[in-house]
Structure formats: C-alpha cells, structure tokens
C-alpha cells in the first residue's frame, strides 16, 4: 500500500467514525511557546483536552508534521527513527473513550476493508494497572493473554512516569501496538493514550479520576508504510526511497543499505526533509532555538556529504524531491522551493567554507586528548570551535563519540553563557498553569467586537496583578493601590489583541466607580488581555464596563495595516512571485515588512514600489472582508503566509480587485483613507528577506514636510538650488577631503578655492526629485536626515578652516621639499636641517622629514620646528643608515626639547616633542646643531 494511501485511509476511516477532519499544524508553532516543533498530533489540540476552548468538535482526526529533535542520534542508524515524520491520530474531546479507541484501532488495522494486516502479527502492551484496557483487548478484542503484556509506568504512561515522578495535571495510561516483522523482531507502530487521571501531589492515591476522559493517539506513518509495504526500514517506503536514490546520485555514493555511507545517506534524506519543511515555514538556519535546530540539521546533513568526499554544496539539489515526494498533501512545498533551496544553499557554502579547518582543529583537539589520556572533550574548546567555525556543538560531540569521547556540555553551556549566546530552547512545560489558564478554563472564549465597533459594554470577568509566574487572581483593584503590571479579562471586548503583526490597542474601560487605562492589549489562546492600570476609582469583578478603544490611535493602525497589504501587491508586481511577506509589524501609522528577496531593492525598483502603492491609493478601491472556508479562499488566489495557523473558515480581506489576504487585522474601508504611503528604508534583516520601513496618513506627510525642510535647509546652506544638493554635497566632500590632504603636506599644489555658493533659487522640483536629491545627500553623508544640515553646516567650516590654515601657510612663505633641501648643511659626510617651519602642522613636518629622507643621497639628519598658541611641536628624523650607525632622533631632541622646557620622544629614526617657551625656540634651534655636530664628532 503506498504511503499516500495510507494516510488517506485513516483520514477517512476516522471521519467515517465521526471525526473531524482537521488540517495539520504548523512544523514549527510559534504560538505555543513550550515547544520548538511540534512533537506530536495532540499538540494542537491541548486547550480541546483541558476544555480551554470552545469545542467545535468532540472527536478529530488528523495528519500531523512532527519533529523530535530527541531522536536526532538514532537517525540512519535504526530502521524507525526519523525528525521530521508525519503522526496519524485520532482524538476524543471528552467523547468516546477506552471501548472505541480500541476496537476502532484493531477495526482500521486488521479489516480487510481497510489496512487489512494479519491479526496473528500483532501484539500490544499496557499499562501494568490498566485493567480496564486489559480486558477489552483480551475480551472484546479476543486478543490471547500472551499477546498482551503489562508494562511499567516508564514504558506505558503518558508522561512517562508520571505516578510516581509528576509533573501533577493531566496523564493517563497508554497502551501501544507493535507490529511482528519476517525476522521475528517487532516495532511499536501505534500508541493509544488513555488521559484520564489529574496526578495531584506524591503517590499512594494521587491520581484522581478525570470528568471527563480523552483519547490521543499517534500511528508513525512512515513506520506503518514500511511494515505494509514490506520494506527493510522507513527510509525504503515509496515516498522516501527516491529521495535517499537522490541523495546518493548527487554525492555520487552508491546507496548500500549496511555500509557507513548507507546510514549518511539515510539520514541526509531525514534531515533534507526536515530542513525544508522548516525553512518552507520561513524558519531559517540561525542562532538561536528552533532556527538553531534546523541549522545544526543542515550541517549534520553537510558533515555527512563531507565525509563522504564533497566538498560543494549540494544538500539544496535534494528540494525540488522532497516537494515532489511529499506533494500530494502539502502542495504548497512546490511553491516555495526555489526559495528553499536558496536558503539551504547560502547556509551550506557558509558551512564549507570553514568546515575543513573546523575538522583540522577538532583532529587536533583529539590529538591532545589523546597524548594526556583525557577522554572528555573540553567545553571551552567546543564553544570556541561553534563560534569560530561555526561546527555545532552536538555535531562536536557526534564525532566525539564515534571515538569514544565523552563531552563536557557543562563547561560548554558556561563558556556559551560568558558570550550570552546559549542555543536550543530547554525548561519548557508542556502545559501551562497560571490564572490566565484558570480563565480560559472558565470562560473559554472572549467574543472579539473591533471589526465592527470600538466602543461596547462588557463584564469584567477577571483582574490578574503581579508579573508572569507570580500573578494572581483579585476580586477588585484600586487606582490607589501599587500594582505591578493589572490585567484586566472582559466577556467581550472591541479591543484588538495583539496578533498578526498588528500591535493591541490603547483606551479606556469605563466603570461606574472607575476608569481603567488600556495601554497594551494581548491575546492569549481566544483571550483577549488588557494591560494597564487604575487612572482612578475601582474596578471589580463582575462589573459593567464600557470598553472605549482610542479610535484615532486605532486609525492610524489600521491605515498601516491595510498599508501592508498594498505595499505586498506592489512588492509582487516590482520585483516578482516571490517576494512574499515573512513578517511584519503594524503600529500607528507606521509599518515594517518583511519580504524574500536575495538582493536589496535598486533605487528604480523602491520608486517603483511607491508609485504603485499610492497608485492604488488614490484609486481609492473599497476595502472589504468575508469569512469564506480555507480552501475557497486558496482557490480564490488569496495571498498566505506558509507556516502561519490559519483557521478555517478564514477571513480574507480584499482591496478592490488588486488584493486578497488571508488576515485577521483591522484595516481602513477604502483605500484613500491612507492618504499616502512613504517608505522611509529598505534594508536586510537576515540573509535572503528584506525589511521596509514606511509611514502612513499624517506620519507620511509630516515626513514629507520634513524632508523638504531639511532639504531646504540644506540647499540654503549649500548655496544651490534643491535639485542640486546631491551634487554639490559631492563637490564639498572632494574639496574638503582634497584640503586636508593638502594641510598634510601632501602635495604641492596651490590652495584650491573655497566650493562656490551660489544663490538659493527657489525651488521648483515636484516632492519626489527633492526627495531623490536629498537621499543621495544622505547617503554621500552615511548620516541620518535629521543630521543633514547639521552635518553640511560643519562640513562648510571645516572647509574654510582648512583653507585659512593653508593660506597662512603659504602666505608665511609656503615651504617646498626644494626650500628644505636648499638650507641643509654638511657636516662629516651627513646632511644637517635644522629649520623652523611656520603654519605647517604635525602631518606636515613628518611628510617633510619623509620626503627628504628619501630625497636625500647623504645620510641626513633633519629637524623641524614651529610655533603655534604659545606651544613648541619639535620633530626629528634621521636616515635609516645613521639609525644602524648607532645614533638616534631621541636622543638629538631631547636637550632641544629641554630647552623649550618640555620633553618628549620617539624611536631613533623619529621622534617628536612639544615645549611651552616659544621665544626660547632660536636658543633651541641652536642647540640642535650643537648637538648634532658633538654627536658625530
Ligand atoms: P519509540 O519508543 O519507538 O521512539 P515513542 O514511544 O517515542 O516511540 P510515541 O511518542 O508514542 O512514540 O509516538 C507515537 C508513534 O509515533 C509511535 O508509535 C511511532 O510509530 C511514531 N514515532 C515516534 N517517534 C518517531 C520517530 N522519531 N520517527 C518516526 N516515527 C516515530
Ligand atoms: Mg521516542
């Protein structure tokens, strides 16, 4: 039976029971924060257990995207283990229980209707006190007794040891079915877990019988393939044999199932599958958590073409099978692979790039270990490897292993800790108490008003105080009072909680003997919370409230919202298909949004994005939603973000006929009531998406005004008209960078003239040409905008100091190398300069001292001086040769240096001093001679 139509099967055997057919999560639930992926099928169904939600259903079915990272090591090397791999399950909310779960499960598995397998192949285990379950496999079933065994609560109780060891809460006894192979051997292929105990404290008598009773069970798909399809392990079924035939064909390895090479190409196809479902939901390889799970993936994958002798990225050729592979159920793989595959790429040449010296470095490490006897490889040195060559520490360890080695992971996680960059998640709780999870119990839902309203009555139903793990419940809260952080939960609420990119909403709960202030709004599961504080009175619970959304604040948010939506359908038609959204942030009239995009956007293509998006602005095109079942809204080409949970039905906004999104914010109701959109950057926010940065409604134009202030501004500073403020900032910039040369004593050429200014001519360019002229100023600058005029300003006296300062340098008669060389004296075979050198600053004296020791065909000794604000600067060089004839520029200045009273020093071919007694400097300059001539004598 083909893999496909194993899963189908189920699905349908389970609705034909029932069941709600519900669509997989998402690999990688960013809205569950206590797992990195999602590790089993009745991760999305946890409130459905604990009644925190409203139930739609009491029984559903599903095919479920998991990954366990736990089981990372026994990849490639057992038959049944991968990361990534799909669950089939099926749930009861509170419906049937033991009886069915069991007798459907031998129903689906052994009627020929259905997978039709040999009942004399199958054996199962439960729980050691599970009686009850016992009985139905020996009786109802007429499973033999020896078939069954009794395990202990490690093996058959969910979580596993539960009883005895907590946590308290939810769990249950389990009972698996194992499949007998040809060989004898048997692999557990299904787990049926019976919730039915709240563990409350330490054992004897601590599990209390639950209200209400659930089903979770989860059949390994890949598992079930492989013993249906009669295949050696998982990796043989009909959707991944063709992937390990690919990998093998792209590192050129034959595929031997029992060699080295057979186990690296197994799990290549394991950890190639993982990676681009991840990276499909946008989670790229990166530093930290989940991203980090996915990198330390790729490069496991890429250690394991190394070795095998590439030495070139090849795992992203492997994409385009995977989509092929896994097509049937998640088509949309294909339309992202491209993308996939350019991420995996860039993460793979990193990799190589400095995979060779990291192994260098490691078969050193092992060197050492070996010669002093050490067995453990030092934490330290494996943080320093991760940070240097980027060989992740499991990776570290892997090879480690392989010889025996043991691991200092202590010693890593406190180097790590030092550098504040500890990868991985760790410490996170499968369920999550607290008051806010006592509310969703109680209440279950809040009914969200704010598409259609901003102001309603609601009741108070909850008011938390204190910070997360420290909070609580109170009946009432006072203005008075000193809270730490009030969190208010209403029945019903107009207020938007955070979600979607869009930020909560601010206003005001207005109570008969109190006003409470909304400064944040959150959503938590289908609760919507209310950060703030008392601005007097008191609120209680059970009170009438009118909740007030601040409405110009909400406005101004939903401009930037639908902003989004139009600045992703302008991305779309500038630069291509596949520059979808990865992510955005809405505010009050400003947004950021993220796109896939390799390269930065070109000037033409920005400008392009803008025209278009105030195009349709001004098209004034009325803005719309309706709620329309998922796959209609697919069908109708609705614009969706891969990795996001949508529900079903959905609500699609559409913006006349240019736009459709799958969205749940607010937006405007036509598009004009945006006013304008202006993108105030574009920028990289990781490798492969861009981020823009823009404003709305009365943000834009009061950037627009700004802007042509500053460039104003600029242009008056620049004596130029607007339009030419790029051009003249260019010329300034030269000019300036040309004079301080020039004061260096580079060059000889005549004192340029100070850049022209001319007269400001009003300015008769459209906003679009100031704006241009004015960013090519801010990028000449590298400066903020607002510095602009700032910056010009300084740059402006900057010019005319410099230019003063040459002037009187050359005005005191302007010394050239040939002036120099003309006063040297010479005395016993060497050239003598002592000379004073007015106006000429320290740059300049040493580029004289330079040049004349080069010029120079004698051995030559030359010191310089001047005077400025009452200060003495000396500077004295000598000739290399001299150098190795044991004299010394330091020690010539010194009784000069004296005598300005002052001191200083150097090396023996230059060395500088200052003084303070400038009217001694003739004395001075004659001691420098003196000195000079008893030196060589
Ligand atoms: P095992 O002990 O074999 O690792 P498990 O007890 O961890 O399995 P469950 O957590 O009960 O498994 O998951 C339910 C089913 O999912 C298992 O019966 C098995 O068929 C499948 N399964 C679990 N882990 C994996 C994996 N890493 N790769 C493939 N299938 C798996
Ligand atoms: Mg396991």
Redesign the pocket.
């Known amino acids: 039976m083909k893999t496909d139509e194993l899963r189908e099967k189920y699905l349908s055997f389970y609705q034909s029971k029932g069941h709600h057919r519900q669509a997989s999560d998402v690999l990688v639930p960013t809205w569950d924060p206590s797992v990195l992926f999602t590790p089993?099928g009745m991760n999305q169904f946890k409130d459905h257990f604990l009644g925190k939600v409203k139930l739609d259903f009491t029984r559903a079915t599903t095919c479920q995207k998991c990954l366990?990272t736990g089981?990372i090591d026994?990849v490639g090397r057992t038959a049944?283990?991968?990361?990534f791999?799909e669950?089939l399950g099926n749930f009861s909310f509170g419906d049937y229980f033991k009886n069915e779960a069991v007798a459907w499960a031998w129903e689906f598995l052994t009627d020929k209707k259905w997978l039709g397998i040999d009942p004399a192949r199958l054996t199962v285990t439960v729980y050691k006190d599970d009686d009850e379950a016992f009985k139905i496999w020996n009786e109802k079933i007429g499973l033999p007794t020896g078939r069954i065994s009794r395990l202990e609560e490690d093996e058959n109780f969910w979580p596993a040891s539960a009883p005895s060891q907590g946590p308290d809460g939810v769990c249950g006894p389990?009972s698996?079915i194992y499949y007998t192979l040809d060989s004898g051997k048997t692999v557990?292929?299904?787990?049926l877990v019976f919730t039915q105990f709240n563990r409350v404290g330490n054992p004897p008598d601590n599990l209390r019988p639950l209200p209400s009773k659930n089903i979770d069970t989860?059949?390994?798909m890949?598992?079930?393939a492989s013993v249906l399809q009669n295949v050696p392990t998982?990796f043989h079924i009909d959707i991944l044999m063709p992937i390990v035939q690919a990998a093998s064909e792209v590192c050129g390895v034959p595929y031997q199932y029992e060699s080295d090479n057979g186990r690296r190409l197994r799990r290549i196809t394991d950890h190639v599958r993982a990676c681009t479902f991840a990276i499909h939901e946008n989670v790229y390889p990166g530093p930290k958590k989940a991203r980090y799970v996915i990198k330390r993936l790729l490069r496991r994958a890429v250690l394991d073409g190394h070795q095998m002798g590439l030495r070139e990225p090849f795992l992203h050729q492997l994409v385009p099978m995977v989509a092929q592979m896994m097509k049937s159920v998640y088509p949309e793989l294909t339309q992202t692979s491209e993308r996939v595959a350019q991420v995996m790429r860039r993460e793979e040449s990193d990799f190589f790039a400095t995979i060779d010296s990291g192994l260098d470095r490691i078969g050193k490490v092992f060197q050492d270990m070996q010669s002093s006897g050490r067995v453990m490889v030092d934490g330290q040195e494996a943080a320093s490897l991760y940070q240097t060559y980027g060989v992740p520490p499991e990776m570290f360890q892997q090879i480690a292993a392989e010889k025996s080695y043991t691991f200092d992971w202590d010693g890593y996680r406190a180097a790590m800790n030092k550098h504040g960059e500890v990868s991985g998640g760790g410490g996170m709780e499968l369920f999550e108490t607290g008051p806010i999870e006592t509310l969703k119990e109680a209440l279950q839902h809040c009914e969200f008003l704010g598409y259609e309203t901003t102001k309603a009555d609601a009741l108070v139903k909850g008011i938390i105080i204190g910070k997360p793990k420290a909070d609580h419940l109170v009946g009432s809260v006072k203005s008075a009072q000193a809270v730490e952080m009030t969190r208010i939960v209403l029945d019903r609420s107009p207020f938007y909680g955070e979600s979607g990119g869009q930020l909560g909403d601010n206003g005001e709960l207005i109570g008969s003997q109190g006003k409470f202030q909304v400064t944040d709004t959150q959503r938590s599961g289908e609760l919507i919370i209310h950060y703030g504080s008392m601005l007097d009175g008191e609120l209680k619970e059970g009170d009438l409230v009118k909740a007030v959304v601040d409405e110009p604040h909400r406005d101004a948010i939903r401009r930037a919202h639908s902003a989004t939506h139009i600045i992703h359908h302008a991305l779309q038609k500038t630069v291509g298909s596949h520059a979808q959204q990865q992510g955005s942030k809405v505010d009050a009239d400003w947004l950021r949004f993220d796109f896939s995009n390799q390269e930065p956007l070109s000037e033409e293509q920005l400008k392009s994005v803008e025209s278009i998006s105030n195009d349709r602005i001004k098209d004034a095109d009325s803005i719309g939603w309706k709620l329309v079942p998922l796959a209609t809204a697919r069908e109708a080409g609705a614009m969706m973000l891969f990795g996001e949970k949508y529900p079903d039905p959905v609500r699609m906004v559409s913006m006349g006929e240019f736009s459709k999104e799958l969205c749940g914010g607010t937006h405007a109701g036509r598009t004009d009531e945006i006013e304008a959109i202006e993108i105030l950057a574009e920028e990289s926010v990781a490798a492969g998406i861009r981020r823009i940065t823009a404003v709305t409604g009365k943000r834009a134009s009061e950037h627009r005004k700004r802007v042509e202030s500053l460039a104003l501004q600029s242009a008056s500073l620049l004596g130029c008209s607007i339009d030419n403020i790029g051009e003249k900032t260019m010329e300034l910039i030269l000019a300036v960078r040309k004079l301080k040369k020039l004061a260096n004593g580079a060059g000889n050429e005549a004192v340029p003239e100070l850049t022209k200014k001319g007269n400001v001519v009003p300015s008769t360019v459209n906003y679009s040409a100031t704006r241009a002229a004015f960013k090519q100023v801010a990028r000449a600058m590298n400066a903020p905008i607002e510095e602009i005029p700032k910056r010009i300003d300084a740059m402006l006296s900057e010019e005319t100091q410099l230019h003063q300062q040459l002037l009187q340098m050359s005005s005191g008669g302007r010394l050239s190398i040939d002036d120099l060389m003309g006063q040297a004296v010479l005395v016993a075979g060497t050239q003598l300069i002592v000379a004073e050198t007015p106006h000429a600053n320290i740059g300049m004296m040493r580029q004289w001292i330079d040049q004349l020791r080069k010029a120079s065909i004698e051995p030559i000794a030359i010191l310089l001086a001047n005077c400025a604000d009452d200060k003495v600067t000396l500077i004295a060089g000598i000739s290399q040769t001299l150098v190795e004839r044991g004299f010394s520029a330091g020690k010539w200045i010194a009784p000069v240096a004296e005598t300005v009273g002052g001191g200083g020093g150097g090396k023996a071919d230059l060395a500088q001093a200052g003084g303070k007694y400038p009217a001694k400097l003739p004395e001075a300059l004659q001691i420098a001679k003196d000195t000079w001539h008893s030196m060589l004598a």
């Open positions: 089993a366990r089981d026994n049944y283990h991968h990361t791999f669950m389990c698996e557990e292929i299904w787990n989860g059949m390994g890949e598992r079930t998982n």
